[in-house]
């Protein structure tokens, strides 16, 4: 019985992250959803960058200042029977590395797109992570209430950019001012269009697709053009294809307004019906873990420092893969075969973060870390070793020497310091030769980030000497000779004391691997 109870609790779970370009409206759906959910009651209360309110999801002051969403989080609630797990992933190219990450702990992505602007660089990236994972794709493409691009054009940009089937399961009738409805392919209706506080109005369809009766809709010659579009898919577009959405191999495309509240119930209805359960999980080891095994299993994608400023606390993000979770079970770390009571969890609610008593495959649960975990950690019930597989890494790309203001203050800075590399966004190094600290990001707003927190949380004033791009190359310990050291090749070692170089440039590195070329240079550790 216990079991059963589980497979169904299982099967119910939606796991996904929503990625866009910035201002695509990735906030505002989110909004929306969480509104059929019945978790915020009305519109604007997650995010509202000018009225001074913001986004629930949005923890961090620094998000707050800038208006703009840092970090990941996660938000849960129930809808049609259905619980629904959405991971925030930040837009901002400059954090694509924790984005990756969230992407690793998700079952199926929803990709928003601005109709006027289409695919943009961001969107592009992110879709390739979740491509390369061979993840469902689901396309809302929006703002259609306001001009934008033909929808035939953008389809075809979408398929050809990005290298994926798209098939639409609607289409809009008319855009902007001139917007009616959209001629929902899927359900064989019409959704008219209508003013957000109204109720859906549907017309029927009959089966050669043509509106049963009479309606005034039937005299615009907009509605006739729509007629014609979808002959033209029907006859030259891709076939509705169910298997090829779970591989990820094609893409159901929906229109609509997420600010009008516009075919977000039709896309939200549709995508519950063909988006998967938890999937299951390699080991290292080669074995399948299944969600509704036993034992209990999960990896950590995130961790977070004081999310509660009141709190100071650190959470790992877990994304359960196996088992059932419960409160104050033991579970093994399996870096270093650590035994772990789980005491201190905590669920992510939309406008609450609630204590949390069992969770189970597809849920995130946030464990409050007092330094025992890392990003990329199995963690484990039962006797059998259970290791998943590497999250990608991404090598930093630009750097800065970092001190602390007031000398005297060393204290707070190395907490600090230590706190914030931890989670990851930034990678901490020390020069061989001076002993200077110097931090390696993806990207400069990494940087800006952190020198707020460090004087927000830590009362640490930092100051950053930019060192500009550099090239970093790891080399093998018994191969370290630190006379191979230039102003155009920097040694410094990781934090696991690991030796690399820090090339000036291509050129740099080329003259070094010329004059070395015993020495072994490797990109990633
Ligand atoms: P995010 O950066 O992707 O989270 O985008 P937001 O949800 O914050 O939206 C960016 C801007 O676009 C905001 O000013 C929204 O009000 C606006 N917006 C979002 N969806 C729509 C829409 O369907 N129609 C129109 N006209 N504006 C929208």
């Known amino acids: 019985m216990e079991k059963e109870k589980m497979i169904d609790a299982v099967e119910k779970r939606r796991t996904f992250a929503i990625i866009s370009h910035p201002d695509a409206g990735k906030t505002t759906i989110t909004e929306q959803l969480l509104l059929f959910g019945g978790v915020v009651r009305k519109a604007g209360t997650v995010k509202a960058k000018k009225s001074g309110s913001f986004a629930k999801s949005d923890w961090m002051e620094i998000e707050k200042k800038r208006g703009i969403s840092v970090t990941s989080s996660v938000m849960q609630f129930d809808y049609a029977g259905k619980r629904i797990n959405i991971l925030d992933t930040p837009g901002h190219e400059d954090f694509s590395e924790d984005t990756y990450r969230t992407l690793m702990a998700v ?82 209706r019409i959704e008219l269009y209508r003013r957000e506080d109204k ?112 709190h100071r606390d650190r959470i790992a993000f877990v994304r359960i893969c196996s088992g059932k979770f419960e409160r104050g079970m033991d579970v093994t770390l399996a870096r270093g075969n650590k035994k772990i009571r789980l005491s201190n969890s905590t669920q992510f609610m939309a406008d609450t973060r609630e204590t949390l008593n069992s969770a189970v495959a597809g849920d995130i649960i946030g464990l409050y870390d007092t330094g025992n975990f890392q990003i990329g950690d199995t963690i484990y019930s039962g006797k059998k070793t259970i290791q998943f597989e590497k999250l990608p890494q991404f090598t930093p790309e630009i750097f800065v020497k970092v001190t602390a203001k007031n000398v005297m203050k060393q204290k707070s800075f190395h907490k600090g310091i230590d706190q914030l590399v931890q989670e990851g966004a930034i990678q901490l190094y020390q020069s061989y030769s001076t002993g200077d600290y110097i931090l390696g990001a993806v990207g400069q707003l990494q940087f800006e980030v952190f020198q707020f927190r460090m004087l927000n949380e830590y009362h640490s004033e930092v100051v950053m000497t930019p060192m500009g791009k550099k090239i970093a190359r790891w080399i093998k310990p018994e191969q370290l000779d630190e006379k191979m050291s230039t102003s155009r090749n920097l040694l410094v070692k ?5 030796p690399l170089f820090l090339f000036e440039n291509e050129f740099s590195e080329r003259w070094f691997q010329d004059k070395y070329p015993e020495v072994k240079l490797t990109a990633k550790l």
């Open 494 to 498: 990781d934090r696991q004391e690991q």
């Open 107 to 188: 079952d199926s992505a929803v990709m928003v797109i601005d109709s006027a602007k289409g695919i943009e660089p961001q969107t592009k990236k992110l879709f390739q992570v979740c491509k390369m994972r061979g993840i469902p794709i689901f396309t809302f493409i929006n703002k259609l209430d306001r001009d934008g691009r033909e929808p035939l054009d953008l389809v075809t940009e979408l398929e050809e950019v990005l290298n994926i089937q798209a098939y639409p399961m609607n289409w809009p009738i008319g855009m902007g001012k001139g917007l009616k409805g959209i001629y929902d392919i899927f359900n064989k």
């Open 199 to 310: 109720d859906e109005s549907f017309v029927k369809l009959d089966d050669s697709g043509e509106i049963i009766g009479e309606h005034p809709l039937k005299e615009e010659s907009i509605y006739q053009q729509v007629l014609g579009e979808i002959e033209l898919l029907k006859d030259a577009g891709n076939h509705f294809d169910a298997a090829k959405i779970s591989q990820g191999k094609l893409t159901p495309v929906f229109f609509g307004s997420a600010l009008t509240n516009f075919g977000v119930k039709t896309f939200l209805d549709a995508y519950l019906q063909f988006a998967p359960a938890p999937h299951e999980h390699r080991t290292n080891d080669d074995d399948i873990v299944k969600p509704v095994d036993d034992v209990f299993s999960g990896f950590v994608f995130k961790i977070q420092a004081n999310m509660n400023p009141n």
